[in-house]
């Protein structure tokens, strides 16, 4: 019998928590982080830090055991050493606690025989005595609307996006990264170990959360194959499924047994799963974040046709290989189209058509618009790629006026059914062009239009947006 | 007959220039746009606008045409209408210059009659002279140790690579990204449509020239395949030659005659020159400038074997998949080793091995110096990858103590014939972030360290550098 979604939700929405395992000594990684982090970001319930010894730690009165506490808190968290985590777990049973997620590690990840049968006492107290467990070996649960960010990503920012992770700092870094680019997160877990609570049983979950409209996971293994391939074939068709595989190579296999103290799997029976269900497959934590950006944010696309807007010809140039090589289209653009391009784009220096490479487009706003108005009315273009500029010592004056807050209006207004995207490049080691480009890609973000720093990552993030809703919409 | 070195090197040091066409009206991109670049940097020499109307541009006293200077300018820059570029360089002739760089566009790559026939009479009025044409439609010679940095970036840095372009805003890109991350560029030519000096022109040139250790090269096309074969082929046995190819699509192709008039040619062959030459092929700007700083500041590698030294268990199994995915191999270390490791790794919460995944590295310089030299010694790790973390809000006080400076001392003094790069992840939107892993980033390659935004971009960097040498070390 699977967990039930009621019963999940109580891990992302407790009023109150007891922390089982909270040291007076500040700094060391445990407990008494996620009591700091609670108190930090502002957690509105109870906190009920556990410690034998203490009556008070970082301001909060301490008990000394679970059944000394005024209430039963709605989720524990273990943070005690790995051989007397099974008896912590009695106790949750006996105080009536159901809901834990175990912090600390020392189990079958570590290989050891010592670790292997720790776990497997863990589940066998668990099973006894019906509690749910997220880990072991795990940052555990994270729900900004319920201002439980303990990993620290403060202001945590609720949003689209679910995430089941086998990986804490996988999770941590991508709720993060998607923050500070405006993409919110409902709901995350990491799940470490994953000894009862497996990645099956939070992709149901999240897949009747009516809040969350993507989810994204990094997986290391699954326990029941068959079930991960029925959910997600079924929650595919209405949620965009992205996911970043842990251990598709042998080595990688290897870290994952010491990682998660799991099976990475077959890669042959991986791609299988990515064809029959259509879950979007990515290889690294940029190209996560990157689709989750377009799939969260863009309308469908109808088409592959890509329509390349910018300057510099070796770029136009590269620009189109890139997307080519992805998957895209860069067609020819209409008669029609291409009859108004020419009255607008000079012969010497710039090049009409598709890719277009006019300087201009980078300077004047209103130019930049009426350019694209021909890209939104061709049949023939299904998507837009907009480069933007940051001045540059090594140009001369393009880029000086980006009227980024026009263009935004202008694109959101008439984008419709057209996924319109910008690049942004600001790699390299000048601290000027990095903070303000980076600065313009997050403004282009958070305002929903998705950016990305080079062309290769926009045209792979337009592949998997458009592969997705070829396939469901 | 090939131009010869000797011929070509006046490009690049000229002692007095002559800019045919420069208008009074500042703005607009043109001759005006090459002077006030040239004073800006401080160019030395003489600067002589030619404009039949005025006396005086930008504080530098004009000439009515070439005839009337005091001297005979060792370099011309042509940047007058198309139509009147054959007229000045019958001038050019007359007056004695025979360096000519023509800015000017508006031939073969505007596919018009008049454009091809314009190109043709060029052709015919240089060869007839003996006159030595870099362009037309193209930014010219660069070159920070004689101050002709006319393209902006400004201060210029001399360095060990030469760049030969089709295009100028690639060639413009290029060299400003390397100079912001340390690695100047001794010589560099944007050749445009390339109608009398070829790249197999430059690529001799610069094979001969002891300043350059490394060439890159974006080429669209080439007139002579066979010379440029030959010429890769000795020249890359002593200098990596890095090439971005622009057209490798039916559309990039397409692109490329509107650029600079010329044909891509078949990808096959172009896959089989790179076969044949060993030099490195690589497809984006990023690909190209993270080949360049590997090839650039590394001692050659012996094997494929990278040590993988981080933390965060998911980040860990990523990065072997990553690094098995580009060619390289993550090696099981030797027992020796391993022994030593365990002492130093803890059980829980991290992974001796390889990957290594243990956050202490990240705060402790002792320790990873202490790491670092395992690898060093081991017999099996041929290449090492050191992450290194930003404080993040979303980490719990890892990162506090980068202890840079120590650690670049350490790795310069140790890492003799076991390449050592490093990894610092900056993406997002956070200011704070972005601005530290920059300017950590940029701190440690103007030491010489390589140091990339991903372990994909520094695996597949690696994986250029370590096949360069296996071929020719």
């Keep these: ?23 007076r000594k500040p700094g060391a990684f445990g407990g008494g982080t996620f009591l700091e982090k609670l108190l930090e970001c502002g957690f509105q319930g109870n906190l009920y830090p556990i410690n034998p010894k203490a009556h008070e730690i970082q301001g909060v009165k301490a008990y000394s055991s679970l059944l000394a506490l005024p209430e039963t808190p709605d ?22 606690v159901r809901h834990i997620h175990i912090l600390a590690s020392g189990f079958s990840e570590t290989r050891t025989k010592e670790g292997l049968e720790l ?19 795990c940052m555990g649960p994270y729900c900004p609307s319920s201002s439980l960010t303990a990993w620290g ?26 923050c500070s680019l405006g993409v919110g997160v409902e709901k995350a877990v990491s799940m470490g170990n994953a000894a009862l609570l497996d990645s099956t049983d939070y992709l149901e979950f999240m897949g009747e959360d009516q809040k969350i409209r993507l989810i994204a996971m990094y997986l290391e293994s699954v326990k029941d194959g068959r079930r991960l391939l029925g959910l997600a074939r079924e929650i595919g068709k209405e949620k965009p499924i992205i996911i970043l595989k842990g251990g598709e190579s042998e080595v990688g296999a290897k870290t994952v047994i010491s990682h998660t103290g799991s099976l990475a799997g ?12 259509g879950a979007v497959h990515v290889r690294s934590m940029n190209e996560w974040v990157d689709s989750i950006l377009a799939l969260s944010q863009l309308p469908a696309a109808k088409g592959n046709g890509v329509f390349l807007v910018g300057g510099g010809g070796g770029n136009s140039v590269a620009s189109s290989d890139t997307c080519i090589r992805e998957g895209l289209d860069v067609p020819l653009l209409s ?13 010497a220096g710039s090049i009409a058509g598709n890719p277009l490479d006019t300087w201009r487009t980078y300077d004047d706003p209103e130019y930049l618009k009426r350019i694209l108005e021909l890209g939104y009315k061709d049949p023939r273009v299904s998507m837009v790629v907009v480069d933007r500029l940051i001045p540059r010592a090594a140009f001369h004056g393009s ?10 209006e202008f694109v959101k207004a008439r984008q419709q059914g057209k996924p319109t995207i910008f690049t942004v490049d600001y790699d390299g080691g000048d601290p000027d062009l990095t903070s303000r480009g980076m600065t313009l890609r997050a403004e ?14 926009a045209a792979r993030a337009l592949a998997h947006h458009y592969r997705y809703h070829a396939r469901f919409s």
């Excluded at 077959?266 to 269900?277: N, V």
Aim: aromatic letters at 6%.
């Design 399 to 408: 880029g000086r006026n980006h009227a980024t807050p026009e263009i935004i």
């Design 153 to 178: 990503a403060i202001p945590g920012m609720t949003g689209p996006v679910g995430v089941i992770s086998q990986s804490g700092a996988m999770t941590q870094r991508l709720t993060e990264y998607l």
């Design 75 to 96: 989720l524990a968290i273990v943070s005690v050493a790995a051989h007397t985590v099974p008896e912590a777990l009695e106790d949750c049973a006996r105080a009536g």
């Design 266 to 277: 077959e890669q042959r029976l991986w791609e299988a799963f990515f064809r029959q269900t």
């Design 1 to 23: 019998m699977h967990a039930r979604s009621k019963d999940l939700a109580q891990f992302f929405s407790p009023r109150s928590i007891a922390i089982i395992g909270v040291t």
């Design 335 to 347: 008669g029609a189209t291409m009859e108004k391009m020419r009255e607008m784009v000079p012969v």
């Design 119 to 137: 776990e497997e006492r863990i589940v066998s107290v668990c099973e006894r005595n019906g509690l749910l467990v997220i880990g072991p070996n």
């Design 444 to 457: 282009l973000c958070r305002a929903g239009l998705p950016t990305y720093p080079s062309l290769g990552r």
